[in-house]
C-alpha cells in the first residue's frame, strides 16, 4: 500500500492526467494498488513523496545504469545549463556525441539524435522505407518499440501489459503495412521473406528482448534475421534502446559482432535526458535530409543538456561497470531461482547481464506465447509484497529489472532475503 502523499497526489493526477501518469505502466494498473510518487533518487535509492526509501530496480526503466543523480551527471547537466538550455543550433558536443557513439558501435557509420526512442525506431522505419522504396516491415510478437502507429502492432511493454498490443486509433491501412513473427522463430521469418520478400523494407528486433520480460536470442536467430535482410534486400534494424550500452557499452551487437544495417539506441545513451540515436551505414543514412529525400527533423534533437548529459555517462562505460554489473546480477539471478524452488513456485528467472526478470511460469521463455502464459496475479502479489519491504521492482510482467553501478552485493543480497519472503507470500496466497 502506497504512502497517503502518494495516494493523495495520484488523486489529484487522475483529475488533470489520463490514469494519473504520463505513461501508463507507471499506474500500477498490471500490480493493483496506488502508485508510489517519488520525490528524488539517488543512487540505487528512490524515495516516496513521504519520504520513504526503496531499493530501485527499474532504474528509469533502464537509463540509470550509472545510479540515480551521478555526481559526474549532475555537474554535466548543471555546466551545460548554465550555458543556455537550447539553441536550435548546431554544438561541438553533438559532434563528440556521434564520433563517440560510432566508436562504440562500428555498424553506425551515420547517426541522428532524437529525443525519444519512439523517435528514433519511427525515423529509421522511415529511412529503410526511404531507402528501399519499400512499406512493408517486419516486426516479432511481444517486442516493443515505442509508440509509433505502425509498431504498436503485438507490441509489448505497457502494450502486452493492458491487453492492448493492437492500440486503438491505428488506422487498419497502417496496421496491415506490419507483419509480424514469433521472437526466435526463424522458419516463421523465412516464410514471410518467402511471401513478401520484395516488399519487405525491414526488419526490426530487439536483439534482447526486454518488453515482454528478458527474453534472450536463440543460438543464431538474429543472424538468420540479417541474412534473410541482406538475402531480399531489407533493411535490418537492431533496437538496442534498452540492450545498448546495457550489456556492454557496444550493446548487444558488440558483445556477439552483430552488424546490423541500422540501430536504434536510447535511455543510457542520453543519460536519462530526452536522447536517443538511430542510424547505420553511410549509405542507407545519406537518405536522411537536408542530404537526401527522407525528412526527419525535432527541435530538441540533440540538446545541448542532454547531450551533456550524455556525454558524462558514456565516459563512465567501462569494463569494471560491466564486470559489477555481471558479478551482482548472476547473485540476484542465482539468488530469485533459489527462492522460486525453496517455495515450491512454479517459476523461471531469465537473465542477460543487468537485465532480468523473474517469470511465474515454468520456461524457459523464448516467446511473447510463452510469456503471456504466466501468472500475472501471481506476479502482483510478489510485486506488492517486495514493494512493502522497500523493494520496487518493475511493476508488470513484462518488463525486465535493473541493476546499476550503485546496487553493492549487500544490498542484492537482502533483496534476495526479502524477495524469498514475498515468495512464500504468494506461495500462501
Ligand atoms: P521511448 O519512446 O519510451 O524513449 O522509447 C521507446 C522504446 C523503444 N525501444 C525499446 C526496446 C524500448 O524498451 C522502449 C521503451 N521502453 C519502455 C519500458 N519497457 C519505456 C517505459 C514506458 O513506456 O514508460
Redesign the pocket.
Known sequence: MSDPRSVELFARAGAVIPGGVN????AFRAVGGSPVFISRAEGCWLYGADGARYTDYIGS??PMILGHAHPAVVHAITEAAARGTSYGAPTEGEVVLAEKITALFPSIEMLRCTS??????MAAIRVARGYTGRATIVKFEG?????ADFLLVKA???AATFGVPDSAGVPEGIAKTTLTAPFNDVPALEALFAKHGDDIAAVIV?PVV??MGCVPPAPGFLEAMIALCNKHGAVSIF?????GCRLSAGGYQGIHGLNPHMT?L??IVGGGL?L?VYGGQRAIMEKVAPLGPVYQAGTLSGNPIAVAAALATLARLDDALYTHLETIGLQLEVGLRAALEANGIEGCVQRVGSMITLFFTKGPVTNWGQASASNTGRFAIFHRELLARSEYWPPSQY??AFLSAAHTSEIVARTVVHAGEALRAVAAS
Not at 505513461?23 to 507507471?26: G, L
Not at 525519444?116 to 525506431?121: D, I, P, R, V, W
Open positions: 505513461s501508463p505502466v507507471r526503466w533502464g525519444s526512442g519512439t523517435e528514433a525506431t517486442c516493443y518499440h515505442g509508440h509489448g511493454s505497457g530487439e526486454g518488453n533496437d538496442e534502446v534498452m540492450t536504434c536510447g535511455k530526452p536517443a518488463e525486465a
